[in-house]
């Protein structure tokens, strides 16, 4: 029998999973380590943190297994995304890294955009420039720490730079690299004119690979550290995002999952480069060879039946309490007790601004049709509904660019719910199916380790062998047409608010 190992880097810590050849995860290990955020808006983290994380957590695993090193055909990391990484001539990291949720960097977007032309920067690199992304931290680090930008040789991603210390190589994945905003999307290698613009030298951006290419071996001296065996293949694997979508099974043309988690996600495979030319939706490469992602966030999906649970149902939270079971269980079972539509009140989610699709910071929470008649179960299911007829607007804009998929797989917390997921199933017209394994971005990171190391022919061969779905809730057909009519409504209150919110925003 062999093993894969998965590594997931994220923001909160990272965690280690060993699966065998079938995706059965064997033993896991996590470890957190700090958010710095020195002024408001920003946040750091330490590069050498996620090493020493990543070590770790690959030596708990392996203490905790029993497995032989020598059974482990390949590591796989997955990471979070945008964040930049810079290191000096001997592959020392040049301080914190500035990460994907850190805000200073609006001027620096604003002058990207200014520079190449905001039609040009998204035909190039699929997206317009975001806060978010690397290259307005390139600019931002170039104009505010010249001092430090003087000492950069290599620039790097997140996940990048643990594995330059697994296996001592400079290379870049093009999942990752497509989330910077100085990737050529469409053609997959970086964009001479975007750097050009930035002043940015390209020697300075490591070469790419696949994200299922071997990208090095376990060096001599991080085999001593992590008890990995020296030689062992590192695979190049792959952004957060496109990770846990080869972890739920999205590699192939119609193939899709919704994510309910504090944001939301819809995430749909392409054989071909799909770009809405507005930048509602994000396009990136996927890390399956060759293929493309379209992927939409909105800001406060979960979050907003999080705010709702915790400002009004302290009875329900009591009760759980005593019941010994999860609040929002009991609050599913009040939002049923109202029907579809919630007695005409309609829930627009922007409690922290909107991505996907309107791309607009001031929109605001709102509650349509609210009067004396209404009761808190309404409301609930107002909420509800108001965060799936968000997903389903931007899986229209999927549709309108080509990408239909033909089945969905619900994630995230909300995906625990069969009463959202029944309702996904209603508001989109589709199969709602949930993946078995929970591990996500680490079950990811282990299938593209198992393709390079030649355990599987392909990744969607490895995910149809290591990846297993329940039963697929079916759409209701007569609760899919009672919906419409409310999400069309839905849809066409926004553009009717946006002055209104712009107007409440300078208040």
Sequence with gaps: MKYVLGVDLGTSGTKTVLFDEEGRAVASASKEYPLYQPENGWAEQEPDDWWLAARDTIRGVLDKSGVNPADIACLGISGQMHGLVMTDAEGNALGRSILWCDGRTGKQCEELTRRVGKERLIAISANPALTGFTAGKVLWVQQNDPERWAKARHIMLPKDYVRYRLTGEYLCEYSDASGTNLLDVPHRRWSEEIAAALGLDLSLLPPLRESSAVCGTITK???????????????GGAADNMAGAIGTGVARAGKAFTTIGTSGVVYAHSDSVQIDPA?????????????????????????????????????????????????????NEEAARSPVGANRLIFLPYLMGERSPLLDSDARGAFIGLSAMHTRRDLLRAVMEGVIYSQRQNLDILRGMHVVPETMLACGGGAKSPFWRQMMADVFGMPVATAQSTEGPALGAAILAGTAAGLYASVPEACEKMIREDEPLLPDKAKGEAYEPYYRLYASLYPNLAESYARLAKL
Aim: with cysteine.
């Design 279 to 331: 930048g509602r939706v994000h396009t990136f490469c996927s890390a399956v060879p060759g293929a493309y992602t379209v992927m939409s966030c909105t800001l406060a999906a979960g979050l907003s039946l999080k705010w709702f649970r915790d400002t009004f149902c302290r009875a329900e939270i009591q009760a759980a309490e005593e019941m010994g079971t999860d609040p929002y269980v009991l609050m």
């Design 221 to 235: 001296e991080a085999a001593a550290e992590t008890g990995l065996c020296c030689g062992m293949p590192v695979a």
